[in-house]
């Protein structure tokens, strides 16, 4: 569905539902140089299930206007006004990778509005290396190739998958190949920035889903147990052969874990 938020057109995928403000509310929030559909099994099975489901593109992605916000804090509380905005006073919000990220501040700034939290594919901290942040600025294809192999873990690069003709090394890549070059840089130096996930974590006292893939070279599993402990009611599952991309690589395993908490 279409909507309007600071005069700009933003979209925001329902799960294949009718929006309804008056269910249950879970807002899903998209990586860097990613947009909703990275969430499309997951949102089609929640909405199905009862939920009122919005997986939003941000800013300068997918099918909402531009420009990309300037950073982690920005998109934090764009989330906020835009799950206002569709009527969802009280929501559980997922993020995934730079949106885990953004679902996380979100949730420290949303007070009692957040019931509950989870992050997939989270580091507390996703330093970007300066030679990857100049190529997404220059607009190299190879920053699109270096972050699609590094998202999928090495089963997966061999097509390992339920779904025979998946290839997810070529539909990751196609993905970002749809982004905006110059949101996609926006997002790596967003996420390079941020520095105050301690902080946000020390504020959140809803149930916190940390979701994590044991074969995760972009953000490592053993980075976000040793950070577990600054949350106060935190569940931790471990997908122990799934890379980053963990909502493609294993869809059916990722949901069942977010159904447990949203």
Do not use: K
């Amino acid at each position: 569905m279409h909507f309007a938020l600071d005069g700009r057109r933003v979209f925001a995928g329902t799960g294949g539902r009718d929006h309804e403000p008056a269910l249950p509310g879970i807002v899903l929030v998209h990586g860097a140089g990613m947009d909703h559909s990275v969430f499309a099994l997951q949102a089609r099975a929640l909405a199905h299930h009862g939920r009122n489901v919005l997986a939003l593109d941000l800013p300068g992605h997918g099918r909402s206007e531009g420009p990309a916000l300037g950073g982690v804090t920005a998109m934090a509380e764009w989330v906020l006004r835009a799950a206002a905005a569709c009527g969802m006073e009280c929501l559980r919000v997922a993020g995934h990778s730079m949106g885990a990220l953004v679902a996380l501040e979100a949730a420290a700034r949303g007070g009692a509005r957040i019931e509950a939290l989870a992050l997939l594919g989270f580091v507390p901290e996703m330093r970007v290396h300066p030679d990857l942040l100049a190529a997404a600025r220059a607009g190299s294809h190879t920053t699109l190739e270096l972050m699609t192999s590094w998202s999928l873990s090495a089963r997966a690069q061999l097509g390992a998958n339920p779904a025979p003709g998946m290839w997810l090394s070529g539909a990751a890549l196609r993905l970002l190949e749809r982004a905006d070059p110059a949101s996609l840089a926006a997002d790596l130096a967003a996420c390079d920035a941020y520095r105050d996930a301690g902080v946000a974590a020390a504020q959140i006292r809803c149930p916190t889903l940390l979701l994590l893939g044991g074969e995760d070279r972009m953000t490592p599993a053993s980075r976000a147990q040793a950070f577990a402990g600054r949350f106060a009611d935190v569940r931790i599952t471990v997908l122990p052969e799934v890379g980053h991309m963990m909502t493609a690589e294993d869809p059916v395993a990722t949901l069942a874990a977010m159904r447990a908490i949203l």
